[in-house]
Every structure is written in structure tokens, then in C-alpha cells.
């Protein structure tokens, strides 16, 4: 038998309810939320009711009240060791970070705080700590009542990338690739959002963009049609980086343009898949 766990909501919280006092005696269930409450230290976890809903109504109503004490002792350990490392941590607000990564597949994503960032990438929420870190997953996040997350990026703006390295190298005799960096760092792929701060203006016609590791981003902005002799040594420079990298990020060249737009590009700008950009080649002034 199976139901849609809306439907056994009333008779599995009011289940919740009665195992509470003998389960977990200090937690409370939200009926606003649906959500337990479970008090540990000087901190409060949360933990959604669904996914226990979601195992009752897969399963005889019998089964319910072993399912729901076997969900609340879960949760209760689960919060012990959350709250546990938030109270190791200090304020584990503090630590979040945004990283970003090649777009992830569906079961690598699967339970951590993962959301788009454009078509080719994933913007991925880290707890920054040389012990303790990591992803942070959607039910720690839910345990430590993380739930609205703009800050993070402010996190890694102001405690990450405040000081990076801006500077031009020599790419091509009278071409040179701006490299924004800064090594050992695991965050400034977080800047691929933003490279039109990094180049001059007007900047019309975009910039290729490099993004080989998470220390660094290279770009080089498009004025004129020499892009199509940059075009394949900017290629293979951000595959040597990216091959040679500690922490590697993504071995292909993109086009950034229009609205924070990034279109992946091959070494030849003819090729079909590349139209749009082959377009652009067409209007630019020719190389000076």
C-alpha cells in the first residue's frame, strides 16, 4: 500500500507527539513548520517531519509507530553531533562560503545545498574550517536552522576575495591574458558570475574565459578578431592549468557576454555549435 504522505500527516504527527516524551523528552513538534524541535545546549536543531512521511506512506499503518520512534531517535542523534560541531565551530554562519563547480550530476548533488549558477556551472554552499569542512548538506543545513543563505556570498566576498591578485601576462607577442588569482584559495571560481569587473570598458563584445582551477580565472577581452589567433593558445593554456592543478575546477574556454551569459567554446570558432560566437567575429573590428 502506498499514499501520498500529505494524507497520513494528522495520525503520524500525532504519533510524533505521543513518542516525544519518552523518545527525546525536551523536543516539540512545530505545527506550524511541521517540523521537530529538539533543544541541545545552547542551541535549537530542526528537523522536517516529510521524510518521515514519506516512509509511512510507503508502508502498513501498523509499521508507523516503529518507523516514527526509529525517525525521532535518528534525528536526535543526527542533532547532537550538528549542534555538536556548530558549538565546536563558534558561529558556523561564519564559515559558509560559496564555491563553484562544474555542473554536478544529479546524484552528486543529491543532499547537499546545491543551487544553478547558469547552465554549465553549480554554486555549491561549503563550511570553510581545516578540520571540520566540507559541503554542507541539506540536512545538516536543516538541523542548524540554516535556511535563508544571502549572506554566504557576502561571506566570501569580503573574507575571501578582498584581496585578490589582478594582473596581465603575456599570452601572444602584443596579447596578454589577465589572470585574477589568488593561490590556495578554494573560492575565487566564485568571480565567474562577475568578470565584467575585471575588464576594461566598454567592453562590448565579452571576454573568453578560463576558469582551470579554484585559484583562478583568466580572461581576455574580446576587441577585435586577433580572438581568433588567442582563441586556441588560451585553450590549451587553461587545459595545461587545469591537468597540472591541486584543485582543479574546469578544463574548457567560455565565452562570457550579454546578461552574465557563459557559452562554452571549441578551439576553432567556425565550428556549428560555436554560431553565436562566430557571429560576433563577424561585427568586431578587424585585428589592429
Known amino acids: 500500500m502506498s499514499v ?19 523518545v527525546a523528552p525536551s523536543g ?24 518521515l512521511l514519506e516512509r509511512c506512506a510507503r508502508a502498513e499503518p501498523a509499521r508507523w509507530p516503529r518507523l516514527t520512534d526509529a ?8 542533532a547532537f553531533l550538528a549542534v555538536g560541531e556548530m558549538e ?10 560559496l564555491r563553484i563547480v562544474p555542473k554536478l550530476a544529479p546524484r552528486d548533488r543529491e543532499g547537499l545545498v ?11 554552499v561549503m563550511i570553510e574550517h581545516p578540520r571540520y569542512g566540507g559541503p554542507l548538506t541539506r540536512a545538516r ?11 554566504v556570498m557576502t561571506n566570501t566576498h ?27 584559495n ?11 569587473q575585471f575588464l576594461p570598458p566598454p567592453n562590448e563584445h565579452g571576454a573568453l574565459v578560463g576558469v582551470p582551477c579554484h585559484s583562478t580565472l583568466l580572461l581576455y577581452p574580446i576587441t577585435s578578431t586577433a580572438v581568433r589567433r588567442v582563441l586556441p593558445v588560451f585553450a590549451e593554456v587553461v587545459a595545461e592549468m587545469h591537468a597540472a592543478a591541486d584543485d582543479p575546477c574546469a578544463p574548457g574556454v567560455y565565452w562570457s557576454h550579454g546578461e552574465r551569459r557563459l557559452t562554452p567554446l571549441g578551439q576553432n570558432p567556425e565550428r556549428p555549435r560555436d554560431g553565436e560566437f562566430a557571429a560576433m567575429l563577424r561585427r568586431v573590428p578587424d585585428e589592429g
Open 4 to 22: 501520498e504522505p500529505l494524507d497520513v500527516a494528522a495520525d503520524v504527527h500525532a504519533l510524533i507527539r505521543d513518542l516525544l516524551p519518552v
Open 28 to 51: 516539540w513538534l512545530d505545527g506550524g513548520t511541521s517540523e521537530v524541535v529538539l533543544p541541545v545546549g545552547r542551541s535549537e536543531a530542526r528537523a522536517t517531519t516529510w521524510t
Open 71 to 78: 525517525w525521532i531517535r535518528e534525528i536526535a542523534d543526527r
Open 88 to 97: 565546536l565551530f563558534g558561529d558556523v554562519r561564519e564559515l559558509l562560503r
Open 114 to 124: 546545491v543551487v544553478p549558477a547558469g547552465d554549465h556551472f553549480d554554486a555549491m
Open 141 to 151: 543545513a536543516g538541523l542548524l536552522g540554516l535556511r535563508r543563505l544571502g549572506y
Open 158 to 184: 569580503d573574507r575571501e576575495l578582498a584581496d585578490v591578485e589582478v594582473r596581465d601576462q603575456p599570452l601572444l607577442p602584443g596579447r596578454n591574458v589577465r589572470v585574477v588569482t589568488k593561490p590556495g
Open 186 to 196: 578554494r573560492y575565487v571560481s566564485a568571480l565567474l558570475s562577475e568578470v565584467d
